[in-house]
Structures are given as C-alpha cells and as structure tokens.
C-alpha cells in the first residue's frame, strides 16, 4: 500500500494499515484515553489556544504543510488529528498548522483519532481545556525533537494553574504538573528542569520585572547594528523590505490594520517584507499584554477581511449554479495564508534574538461549526 493517500479517497482503514494504538504519541499520558480512529469534516474540528504562545515556532509551517498535502495527501504513517470531545465538541490536540493548511486547500475530511477523558486520577478535575493543552505539550516534548522549549514549559503550567485555581508557588503542584507535560522525558539534566521550576515559582513577581530593548535609543542601537538582518523603512541586498512597528494596547487596533497593510501590499506586488515589532512598556508584563492584544487584532481583522469577500463571492457564484444543483465551498484563507515575516523584538527574560510570530496561536476557533 501507498504510503500517502489522496485526502478525497482516505479511508479508516487506510489509516488503521499503517498504525494502532501502540503508536499512540499519548499512550502514556494518563488524563486522556484513546478511544478509535475516525474520517472527521475538518471545519468540526475545533482549534483553541495551546497555552504556550510567544515562542519561537519550530514545526508545522503551514505553507510546507499545504505544499504536501496538495502534492500528495495524507502520510499514513503519520498520527491522526487528536482531538477531544467534550460537550459534542471535538477540540483538537495538536495539529493546528496541519489543520490550517488542510483548511486552506478546501480538504472536507482529515483523518482523525479520538481521545476521552480519564476518570480517577489526582488531576482528573482540571477543566478539558486544561487537558488539551497539558496534552499537546506532551506531545511535543516526547516526539525525540526539540519542539517543545522551556518557555512552553512555563506558561502551560502557570496557564493551567490559573485556570483551575492552582498555586504555582507550591513546587509540589508545580512539579506534578510538569510530570504531566512530560518534561522528565523532554531532559534529562536536571539544571533545565529546576530552571523552568523557579520561573514558575517566581511568576508572581512577572509585573515588575525589566525588559531591555524598550527605549527609542535601545531600539535605534539594535537597528543600526551592521549585522543586524532587521531595519527601519529599508531594503536588503536580497530586495527585502524592512520595517519596524509597535505594539501597543491603547493604538494597537490602528497598527494591526497597518502590519496587515504591509503584508498585503507585499503579497500583491511580490515582493518580500520582513517586520519587526517593539513594546515600549518597561515590564514584561506589559510586553506581552500589548504583543498578545496586537496579534490578537491582527488575526481578528484578516478574518473579518477574508470572511466578508469569501462569504460575498460564495453567495454570488452559488446563486448563479443554483441551477444546476452544484454549490462551491471556497478554500479558507486566513492569518495562517498571510506571507512575509513577523517578529517580535527580544525584549523579555529568556529571549536572545528575535522571534518569529506564529498567528496559528492566535487563532481560536477561527473556522465556524456549520
């Protein structure tokens, strides 16, 4: 049998060929329970926050992604879209850049694998979004690869403390919880561990802990250095345009129009666009409130953008094949369809360069259950 399948002729049993339950990637991830493989309609499948935004993406680029799904479908040796039902929702696990790319090529049906919840264990009363997320960083910090980063280790665990009324100053319930995202199977030196520990344990001091690279001069030093790959209103030898922007809660719905703007003007006159984006809050508190607020906005106004064109041009096309009995679903196109290059500045503890923003953690819930 063929290793990838065309997504149009997939079946179950293509997808039981090439694996079973032993190949469980949360097999040993005692919240959760495999239940059965499953051909699920993609736009049911339910995407939420993973708790560990505002790092750097290793995986999942979407427009690899759609590249091989379009060249040649589904790798039947790859685990299914993991999702949880609750409620009669099924929220997926992980898989949100497959989920995008597989949105954005118009594919009806992905191959699917559904979990339950476990009943009976010390912390079977979190809230299944806590689950999900604890599981999908569980995921990623037992796959063999370096995915999941220190960073994802301390915002999923202050997350899932905060949502469930948890005290992240307690290293006995910390420690618990970073069992369950398997972080003794993401290292094994036991330096990296106690770091992510005490971050944690010091989260309540966040407000008022410094950044750098937060004043105008500090920003002008780090854009004017000669081997720096980021610029104010430039071009690059490679005919890159270069620009700076920033984030900032009281005028961010005018500067998420214009990191949009810049990125559509790029994409329509071909060219490439490298933007890089600053907070001038003192606090790292402050920096990512105003970075999440922006981003949030961003991924708000392109769907509102796309949405209204897509939803307009259906009414017109279909109104027209009424006719004939034929309807066109148009592909979804969304943040995660966006090109050129987003980054936000180093300016928090932990950050030595740059980091590439990912709106594919921004987008909750951005295909509607019909």
């Not at 935004?53 to 427009?63: F, L, P, S």
């Amino acid at each position: 049998m063929a290793r990838k399948v065309r997504f149009e002729n997939l079946t179950v049993e293509d997808v039981k060929s090439k694996l079973d339950k032993l190949d469980d990637p949360l097999i040993d991830f005692p919240l959760l329970k495999f239940v059965k493989f499953s051909l699920e309609k993609t736009k049911h499948l339910i995407v939420r926050d993973n708790g560990a935004r505002g790092t750097a993406k290793e995986r999942g680029n979407v427009h690899a992604l759609n590249a091989s799904f379009n060249a040649g479908g589904w790798d039947l040796t790859k685990w299914p879209f993991p999702f949880l039902v609750s409620k009669t929702l099924k929220t997926l696990i992980d898989r949100r850049h497959s989920h995008a790319a597989a949105n954005q090529l118009a594919i009806s049906k992905v191959p699917g694998v559904e979990y339950v919840e476990v009943e009976g264990h010390k912390y079977s009363f979190l809230k299944p979004e806590s689950k999900i997320i604890l599981a999908g960083l569980y995921i990623n910090a037992t796959d063999g690869t370096t995915n999941a980063v220190q960073d994802h280790f301390v915002f999923v665990v202050v997350r899932v403390c905060q949502d469930n009324n948890l005290d992240y100053t307690n290293i006995k319930i910390v420690r618990e919880i970073l069992d369950l995202c398997g972080i003794n199977k993401r290292y094994n030196y036991i330096g990296a561990i106690t770091t992510i520990e005490n971050t944690i344990l010091k989260w309540g001091d966040e407000p008022t802990r410094m950044t750098e690279n937060s004043t105008d001069e500090e920003i002008k030093d780090y854009i004017e250095k000669t081997d720096n790959p980021f610029g104010n209103n430039t071009t690059d030898k490679n005919g890159t345009k270069l620009l700076t922007m920033v984030a900032d809660t009281h005028f961010n719905k005018r500067y998420a129009w214009d990191l949009l703007r810049h990125l559509w003007e790029a994409e329509r006159d071909g060219y490439a666009v490298k933007i890089l984006v600053q907070s001038r809050k003192g606090t790292a508190l402050g920096v990512k409130t105003d970075r999440d607020d922006l981003f949030f906005k961003v991924v708000e106004y392109c769907n509102l953008a796309y949405d209204s064109y897509k939803t307009h041009a259906e009414d017109v096309i279909n109104g027209k094949l009424k006719a004939t009995g034929w309807t066109v679903d148009f592909p979804y196109k969304g943040p995660h369809s966006l090109g050129g290059e987003v980054y936000v500045l180093h300016q928090l503890e932990g950050e030595e360069e740059p980091i590439q923003v990912d709106f594919v953690d921004y987008m909750e819930d951005f295909v509607k259950i019909s």
